[in-house]
């Protein structure tokens, strides 16, 4: 099964902050080779038992969203906000992705065009995740999920945007941070961030080198990645932090 070929709702539901915070449904991208099987995954044949919870979630979300719809064109004010609170703690709720080729994008893509609807999304995106207020806070997690949403619906709907890079950078930090801390989801998107352009100025790389060397105990791709940072990147500091700690390991491994 290739990396979301059901479609992505991501739904409309009003918050008092920001009645536009979740965007709207979003139709599946171009198909690509599947990420990679992360270690430690379920056996093979949890895949349809994902997908089905993936496709129950979208049923789910879609029938709350049309509820509501419903409610607020007869003028049922208080029905339609009902659905409008059912909706609030959904997208509250932390969902685990489960399997990532199902939720990370392949590492073919090509963000070449400058689509000006992608941009105004990753604005919108990263206001919401850099104005969340104290971490913990009801703010803080209703922004970071406000902005997970739009940054994903940005990969769903515009693939080929030259902004797909930086937004899985941003993903990374939000399933990183406290909001989440999906340690192994955030590895991926920063591993895409680079996959998607080489050349990118952020630190994907030691981000995505520490979370597999210090969180997720996968030595072996930290040092790869760590390896990489010291032949491939121009920063300073990043390459003598790549050089330290291959060397911190190499002596670990003596």
Not at 11 to 24: C, E, M
Not at 97 to 124: C, F, H, M
Not at 155 to 167: A, R
Request: glycine share 4%; charged share 25%.
């Amino acid at each position: 099964m290739n990396w979301r070929q059901y479609p992505i709702a991501v739904g409309i539901f009003l918050l008092a902050l920001a009645p536009s915070a979740w965007g709207q449904s979003s139709p599946a991208p171009a198909s690509g080779s599947a990420a990679p099987k992360p270690s430690g995954a379920g056996a093979p044949t949890d895949i349809d038992k994902v997908e089905k919870v993936l496709a129950l979630r979208r049923d789910y979300q879609a029938a709350l969203e049309q509820l509501r719809a419903h409610y607020i064109a007869v003028g049922d004010a208080e029905r339609a906000g009902w659905a409008g609170d059912e909706l609030t703690q959904y997208h509250r709720m932390l969902k685990q992705a489960y399997r990532l080729e199902l939720d990370v994008p392949p590492p073919t893509l090509q963000g070449l065009q400058n689509i000006d609807e992608a941009n105004k999304l990753y604005r919108s995106a990263l206001n919401y995740k850099q104005n969340s207020g104290v971490p913990w806070s009801s703010k803080y997690i209703d922004n970071q999920r406000r902005a997970e949403l739009q940054f994903q619906q940005l990969l769903s709907n515009y693939p080929q945007s030259d902004k797909i890079d930086d937004t899985a950078y941003q993903l990374g930090e939000i399933y990183e941070g406290n909001a989440f801390k999906q340690y192994r989801r955030a590895a991926q998107y920063y591993e895409r961030c680079f996959q998607w352009n080489p050349k990118t100025h952020l630190d994907a790389r030691s981000k995505a080198a520490r979370l597999y060397d210090r969180n997720l105990q996968e030595r072996t791709r930290a040092i790869e990645i760590y390896r990489e940072i010291a032949s491939r990147e121009s920063d300073p500091k990043r390459i003598e932090e790549a050089n330290k700690r291959l060397a911190e390991l190499s002596t670990v491994k003596k």
